[in-house]
């Protein structure tokens, strides 16, 4: 009598180990890690350079800034403010004129900014609203004015100086990079490792044609 064909069991560990879920959990919080790491970092270094990198006056009225440096500058409007122990705290749209004139006594020429910056820092908010070339670093004088229709007693602060854009896309760029990374690399650890180890599964049982099981009488 001829026995009817049986499935040979392999006993052997299925390929790849099930740690690889584990690696791929781990890439995933690690990116994660990563960009929470690098976020704080580079808005502490913005936040730093705008609670301290920037030369204040406070407006309306006369008033000087030291800028340290020559090219490109932009004057901020700090609607919410601390300087020299007086709190501001003042409307966003606050409509004014400004002069500023460089340490030769020459009048600068301020441009409209293109876009919008905007910033929220350690009790300072403000927004750019206006952008110049410096000649030369040195004291500049400030004068600004409030225009009819504004309240009398509103106060403000100004700030000057340089705030990179390529720096805050770097910034945000060292947040999202990270974390799309991380998520992919895991998600293409984790698919290889679910298709090799289903498809192990299938082959460890199996029934080859015309072929018969051992002691088979």
């Given at each position: 009598m001829t026995a009817a064909p049986s499935s040979f069991v392999i006993d052997e560990p299925l390929r790849p180990r099930w740690w690889w879920y584990l690696v791929a959990a781990i890439v995933a919080i690690g990116g994660i890690v990563f960009a929470i790491y690098d976020g704080v970092q580079g808005f502490q270094g913005i936040s730093h350079k705008v609670s301290t990198g920037f030369a204040r006056v406070a407006a309306p009225g006369e008033g000087t800034v030291h800028i340290d440096h020559a090219g490109s500058q932009s004057v901020f409007y700090e609607y919410k403010s601390t300087l020299d122990g007086e709190h501001f705290d003042a409307p966003k749209g606050?409509?004014?004129?400004?002069?500023?004139?460089?340490?030769?006594?020459?009048?600068?020429?301020?441009?409209?900014?293109?876009?919008?910056?905007?910033?929220t820092f350690n009790g300072n908010a403000g927004s750019r609203v206006f952008k110049f070339d410096a000649p030369e670093a040195g004291d500049y004088k400030v004068q600004s004015v409030l225009e009819p229709g504004e309240s009398p007693d509103t106060r403000f602060v100004l700030a000057f100086g340089y705030l990179d854009v390529s720096r805050l896309v770097g910034t945000i760029l060292s947040v999202v990079l990270p974390l799309i990374g991380g998520f992919v690399l895991a998600l293409v650890i984790f698919l290889v490792t679910l298709i090799r180890r289903g498809r192990a599964e299938s082959a460890r049982s199996f029934t080859p044609p015309g072929v018969q099981p051992p002691f088979a009488g």
């Open positions: 606050v409509h004014f004129r400004l002069r500023v004139t460089d340490p030769d006594g020459n009048d600068v020429h301020l441009d409209n900014p293109t876009g919008e910056m905007t910033y």
